[in-house]
């Protein structure tokens, strides 16, 4: 299986900052990634597609970048609905792997 | 609207079988892969398998091979998850999510992103 290592596990940050994410693959996977948000009680909604590519409806502050083993979720000028937890996940082959997710609090 | 409804909540004791359920309404139900992701409380995401309705291909995780049965019924746009035997560990949020992308057979392909996804079914096991 692929593995996916996200860090921070969490960050702690205030309406209007810049939040950075990070994830690593295990091996090599294109631009084969997906990002998505959590919030309590709620299901995982798609963000960004393709490593890059923001998912219907989301926001622009909303961006990714990366590649091969490497990628990177930002979101500028933080809003309060955007405190929640963010999951990357490898979209190469099965099991789809998640990272273990980034709580982004107050 | 495309749209995955899941089954209730379930409280179950251990060693008891259970079966959820995923209706899918809004789309060609047969041309999507359909997944199944569990998420015990206050942890992350794991997938389970998934299913794709037009032939009932379907490929297990190895954490969850022979622990569940994932299975499709084309005729009500309706997709399965089963247990023989529940453990406590079980005891779980599942999550059914549709890939974003259209297949037009099962071949393993690529852009493997999931959209919509069901709001989720709390299976509870008691020992």
């Known amino acids: 299986d692929i593995q996916m290592t996200q860090s921070p596990s969490s960050v702690s940050a205030s309406v209007g900052d810049r939040v950075t994410i990070t994830c690593r693959a295990s091996q090599s996977i294109s631009t084969w990634l997906a990002w998505y948000q959590q919030k309590p009680g709620e299901a995982p909604k798609l963000l960004i597609l393709?490593?890059?590519a923001l998912g219907s409806g989301v926001p622009s502050r909303f961006s990714g970048s990366g590649s091969g083993t490497d990628f990177t979720l930002s979101i500028n000028s933080l809003q309060p609905e955007d405190f929640a937890t963010y999951y990357c996940?490898?979209?190469?082959?099965?099991?789809?792997?998640f990272g273990q997710g980034t709580q982004v609090e107050i | 609207e495309v749209q995955l409804e899941q089954s209730g909540a379930e409280v179950k004791k251990a060693g008891e079988s259970l079966k959820i359920s995923c209706k899918a309404s809004?789309?060609?139900?047969?041309?999507?892969?359909i997944g199944w992701v569990r998420q015990i409380p206050g942890k992350g995401l794991e997938w389970m398998g998934i299913?794709?309705?037009?032939?009932?291909?379907?490929t297990y995780s190895p954490s969850f091979q022979g622990q569940v049965t994932i299975s499709a019924d084309k005729s009500i746009s309706t997709v399965y998850l089963q247990w023989s035997s529940l453990k406590a560990s079980d005891t779980a949020i599942y999550y059914c999510?549709?890939?974003?992308?259209?297949?037009?057979?099962?071949?393993?392909?690529?852009?493997?992103?999931?959209?919509?996804w069901g709001q989720g079914t709390l299976v509870t096991v008691s020992s």
């Open positions: 299913i794709y309705p037009g032939d009932a291909e379907t």
């Open positions: 809004g789309f060609s139900f047969e041309t999507y892969w």
């Open positions: 393709a490593a890059s």
């Open positions: 999510a549709r890939r974003a992308t259209y297949s037009d057979s099962s071949a393993p392909s690529k852009s493997n992103w999931f959209a919509p």
């Open positions: 996940q490898q979209a190469d082959s099965f099991p789809f792997t």
